[in-house]
């Protein structure tokens, strides 16, 4: 057994103590879970956790073609309950955050952070907007409350949101919120035509805050 072999069966068993960090975590353990998530009102927009009733909505948002293709995923509506659920046990586990994206006529997206580390102060963005309320600058107005809310409420450093180089709906979305495009990640994404590069982008705490939409 070579020396690397011997040092993983010996992690595994836990016979190595755990290294010790040289740096503190950006926000402690707990530091999410003992927060109760908000409702964010955003102009004509309230940012607001999901409820059951929402399912029905859900099913029918990845039933359109265009968030199916980005999200490559699609949802009966008894699986878009079970989403619904899992969204306040990310917010307990704190490795994620989500938020429906409503209006006076109902459910207009999602928005929140598909993943959180919270050691790291990094999250990454994901958002989606019916079919007819596209257009009206929903997603930038959503994403950009969102992360003003991470920064200065948790104390995350920085939000990340990766897209297919070939939506030119979201790069636009990132760019009104704020979020700079930092490079293409070749190759990154595995989408149902195949592997897509993906355009980069991120928002530091510590960046102009962005426009209103």
């Not at 004509?44 to 099913?59: K, N, T």
């Not at 009966?76 to 409503?102: H, N």
């Not at 409420?153 to 709906?169: D, F, K, Y």
Request: glycine content about 10%; overall charge negative.
């Amino acid at each position: 057994m070579s020396d690397w072999s011997s040092l993983q069966l010996a992690a595994e068993r836990g016979m190595i103590p755990s290294m010790p960090d040289l740096s503190s975590a950006v926000v402690p353990v707990g530091g999410l879970r003992a927060l109760v998530q908000p409702v964010l009102d955003v102009d004509e927009l309230v940012l607001r956790p999901w409820q059951p009733a929402d399912a029905a909505a859900v099913a029918e948002a990845y039933g359109d073609p265009a968030i199916q293709r980005w999200h490559v995923r699609s949802m009966g509506q008894s699986e878009a309950l079970d989403w619904i659920r899992a969204r306040s046990e990310l917010w307990a586990a704190e490795t994620g955050a989500d938020w429906a994206v409503t209006a006076r006529e109902g459910l207009l997206g999602r928005v929140g952070l598909r993943a959180l580390n919270l050691a790291d102060g990094l999250g990454e963005a994901a958002y989606w907007v019916l079919p007819g309320a596209r257009g009206g600058g929903v997603a930038p107005r959503a994403l950009t409350a969102v992360g003003e809310w991470m920064f200065a409420h948790v104390g995350l450093h920085r939000i990340e949101l990766l897209h297919s180089t070939a939506n030119e709906a979201s790069c636009r979305v990132a760019r009104k919120a704020g979020y700079a495009l930092e490079g293409t990640k070749r190759r990154h994404g595995l989408f149902a035509d195949g592997w897509h590069d993906m355009h980069l982008h991120a928002r530091l705490s510590d960046d102009p805050a962005a426009s209103r939409q």
